[in-house]
T-cell receptor
Framework: NAGVTQTPKFRILKIGQSMTLQCTQD?????MYWYRQDPGMGLKLIYY???????DKGEVPNGYNVSRSTTEDFPLRLELAAPSQTSVYFC?????????????FGEGSWLTVV | DAKTTQPPSMDCAEGRAANLPCNHS???????VYWYRQIHSQGPQYIIH???NNETNEMASLIITEDRKSSTLILPHATLRDTAVYYC???????????FGTGTSLTVIP
């Protein structure tokens, strides 16, 4: 299994541009998440999804949009990129089951907005 | 979800046990205690979780106080590869959202 795969790994955007961070998982997990991590800080939850067609806001959703049309994919859309969105973005997935809810993370996407 | 409090940093000598504390005084009855770690800039890695009882796996042990208001993650024989940021997280098993704090930066010293 590949686990959680994010693309691209690195990207430089100009202010005002838009882009989509792709995330796919092959573990048939029902839950998926997007986090951002600024330098020296902990992870902040942007959006999460409990299943296909269902998404909800986390702690820092402003400036982002998500969709969940399939179980496998959970893309994160940045509209009108701003320097404050310079960060490392992590996608994650988990299966909500009786034994717990272990989250599996992707390797991260480094985004710089200039 | 309830918040957790962890010391910002700790040192541990290589080969010794590393004991990482976490306070969660407002934990709810249905919230589990999870521990993750993040090595450098990689995605966080699951370590262990528990509800009431102490837990042990191949990576670590988790000690939860009887009142569940605090817990300790124990790395029994710390190695240099255990240098990382360790996060203590509370989460329910339904309608779940995982909120990470700032964690404890553990440095294992040779």
């Amino acid at each position: 299994n590949a686990g959680v795969t994010q693309t691209p790994k690195f990207r430089i955007l100009k202010i005002g541009q838009s882009m989509t961070l792709q995330c796919t998982q092959d573990m048939n997990h029902n839950y998926m998440y997007w986090y951002r991590q600024d330098p020296g800080m902990g992870l902040k939850l942007i959006y999460y999804s409990v299943g296909a067609g269902i998404t909800d806001k986390g702690e820092v959703p402003n400036g982002y949009n998500v969709s969940r049309s399939t179980t496998e994919d959970f893309p994160l859309r940045l509209e009108l990129a701003a320097p404050s969105q310079t960060s490392v973005y992590f996608c994650a997935s988990s299966y909500m089951g009786g034994s717990g809810n272990t989250i599996y993370f992707g390797e991260g996407s480094w985004l710089t907005v200039v | 979800d309830a918040k957790t409090t962890q010391p910002p940093s700790m040192d541990c000598a290589e080969g010794r046990a590393a004991n990482l504390p976490c306070n969660h005084s407002t934990i709810s009855g249905n919230e589990y205690v999870y521990w993750y770690r993040q090595i450098h800039s990689q995605g966080p890695q699951y370590i262990i979780h528990g509800l009431k009882n102490n837990e042990t796996n191949e990576m670590a042990s988790l000690i939860i106080t009887e009142d569940r208001k605090s817990s300790t993650l124990i790395l029994p024989h710390a190695t240099l590869r255990d240098t990382a940021v360790y996060y203590c997280i509370l989460s329910r098993h339904t309608g779940n959202q995982f909120y990470f704090g700032t964690g404890t930066s553990l440095t294992v010293i040779p």
